[in-house]
């Protein structure tokens, strides 16, 4: 699945690297070069996954994910550090600061989207290629389709965002906001109420196969997918 990733490098000739390569397996990259300019793109767009190196002039990479890991829009993306240090002092600060993971320069583009991936499946499988099946109910992402016990069930894209989400977070709840922010990757310009019209129309998709008894309202909490409901 496509990825909106941005990568933190001030060498030049490393992040274009990392670019190209990202871009080539058809991720979509934003670019920065410090601090100042990762916050600004961050602020405009929350991205799907931050490689930040650590060595940056001004601000370190450290600080940056520190202050990533504190707010609470910021608090959950997947971010992997990009670095020279190989010490094993250094990883558990870089992991301790809240970065996901570690990739010590030099390393090999391929290395970097093998991380990448295990990651994703590890921290955001909703956004993977994985399919998902949970009581006869099938959601494959590659092919954008959902089934319910065989029959082809018509979803909207953001029904399908949703119901994937749902399913690869089975039978914990989350509120209204916590969906717009792992769902929409924003809250800022759309209301919660949005969130309740999208499941009514994800509910009434899933009808035909009955598998709308699947996502339940929490009352006074949210919405919570029971996987063995
Ligand atoms: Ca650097």
């Not at 450290?62 to 990009?82: D, G, H, S």
């Given at each position: 699945m496509a990825l909106n990733v941005l990568i933190v490098e001030d060498e030049a000739a490393i992040r274009e690297l990392i670019a190209v390569n990202l871009e080539s397996a058809g991720h979509h990259v934003s670019r920065a070069s410090d601090a100042e300019q990762a916050l600004t793109c961050i602020r405009r767009t929350l991205p799907d996954l931050v490689l930040l190196d650590w060595m940056l002039p001004g601000q370190s990479g450290?600080?940056?994910?520190?202050?990533?890991?504190?707010?609470?829009?910021?608090?959950?993306?997947?971010?992997?550090?990009?670095?020279?240090?190989?010490?094993?002092?250094?990883?558990?600060l870089g992991l301790e600061a809240g970065a996901d993971d570690y990739v010590t320069k030099p390393f090999s583009p391929r290395e970097l989207l093998a991380r990448i991936k295990a990651l994703?499946?590890?921290?955001?499988?909703?956004?993977?290629?994985?399919?998902?099946?949970?009581?006869?109910?099938?959601?494959?992402?590659?092919?954008?389709?959902?089934?319910?016990?065989?029959?082809?069930?018509?979803?909207?894209?953001?029904?399908?965002?949703?119901?994937?989400?749902?399913?690869?977070?089975?039978?914990?709840?989350?509120?209204?906001?916590?969906?717009?922010?792992?769902?929409?990757?924003?809250?800022?310009?759309?209301?919660?109420?949005?969130?309740?019209?999208?499941?009514?129309?994800?509910?009434?998709?899933?009808?035909?196969?009955?598998?709308d008894r699947l996502i339940e309202t929490v009352r006074g909490a949210g919405y919570r997918f029971a996987a063995t409901a």
């Open positions: 450290l600080a940056i994910a520190r202050r990533l890991r504190a707010n609470e829009r910021t608090r959950t993306i997947p971010i992997i550090m990009l670095t020279a240090k190989s010490a094993e002092q250094d990883k558990v994703m499946r590890r921290r955001a499988p909703q956004l993977t290629d994985d399919v998902v099946e949970a009581q006869g109910l099938r959601l494959d992402p590659t092919a954008h389709r959902v089934s319910g016990n065989g029959l082809a069930l018509d979803l909207g894209p953001t029904e399908f965002r949703l119901l994937h989400f749902f399913m690869t977070h089975a039978e914990r709840v989350y509120s209204r906001a916590q969906l717009l922010d792992r769902v929409w990757g924003d809250h800022v310009f759309v209301e919660e109420r949005t969130v309740d019209v999208h499941i009514r129309r994800l509910r009434q998709a899933l009808e035909a196969s009955g598998h």
